[in-house]
T-cell receptor, first 117, second 115 residues
Framework: AQKVTQAQTEISVVEKEDVTLDCVYE???????LFWYKQPPSGELVFLIR??????QNEISGRYSWNFQKSTSSFNFTITASQVVDSAVYFC??????????????FGKGTKLTVNP | NAGVTQTPKFQVLKTGQSMTLQCAQD?????MSWYRQDPGMGLRLIHY???????DQGEVPNGYNVSRSTTEDFPLRLLSAAPSQTSVYFC??????????????FGDGTRLSIL
């Protein structure tokens, strides 16, 4: 069975600190996709990134960066110079193939990040 | 372009009542799905659909029905509400049924309380 573990339930940092959110996954698929979503206090889900299993290059988008390592089955998310607006719950997710040829997402339980001024 | 629209945003039901949560998307997406979010549990898939007339069960389908008569709409039905179904429900859609095109478009959610 597919599984996504976000071991950090809650993290609290002071503004401008760097913070890394951990995500460890389990899968038997050779081809799979990993995702990060952000859920701010307002409740909506915001897509951040999608990464396929064949692309291990790290990605940077502004203050956000992602470190994908197949050897350790991890897809960690780092926020550099955190800001109060980064306060949210962050979810890591893994795609799971279905018998019908489609796929469905398995989510981790989320990490609540609080950035204090 | 409204994206994924869920109605209602809030609802309170009594145990045993029935209700339909509405979800509509205007992006001509084939794939639509319903998730529930409970504290400390992340999001769990209830049902999904890869196109009109095709639906399948997710991780927690019991107590819920779905149908997909059109590409645009994917309603979720609670036939006899139970307190355990108190949750926030999210509908999502994505462009096609293939790998890697998983939901990138979520609705704003429906907060449902069952008394």
């Amino acid at each position: 069975a597919q599984k996504v573990t976000q071991a950090q339930t809650e993290i609290s940092v002071v503004e401008k600190e760097d913070v890394t959110l951990d995500c460890v996954y389990e899968t038997r698929d050779t081809t799979y996709y990993l995702f990060w979503y952000k859920q701010p206090p307002s409740g909506e889900l915001v897509f951040l990134i999608r990464r396929n299993s064949f692309d291990e290059q790290n990605e940077i988008s502004g203050r956000y960066s992602w470190n994908f390592q197949k050897s350790t089955s991890s897809f960690n998310f780092t926020i550099t110079a955190s800001q109060v607006v980064d306060s949210a719950v962050y979810f890591c997710a893994l795609s799971e193939a279905t018998q019908g040829g489609s796929e469905k997402l398995v989510f981790g339980k989320g990490t609540k990040l609080t950035v204090n001024p | 372009n409204a994206g994924v629209t869920q109605t209602p945003k809030f609802q309170v039901l009594k145990t045993g009542q029935s209700m339909t949560l509405q979800c509509a998307q205007d992006m001509n997406h084939e794939y639509m799905s319903w998730y529930r979010q409970d504290p400390g549990m992340g999001l769990r898939l209830i049902h999904y659909s890869v196109g009109a007339g095709i639906t399948d069960q997710g991780e927690v389908p019991n107590g819920y029905n779905v149908s997909r008569s059109t590409t645009e709409d994917f309603p979720l039905r609670l036939l006899s509400a139970a307190p355990s179904q108190t949750s926030v429900y999210f509908c999502a859609s994505s462009p096609d049924r293939g790998r890697g095109s998983q939901p990138q478009h979520f609705g704003d959610g429906t907060r449902l309380s069952i008394l």
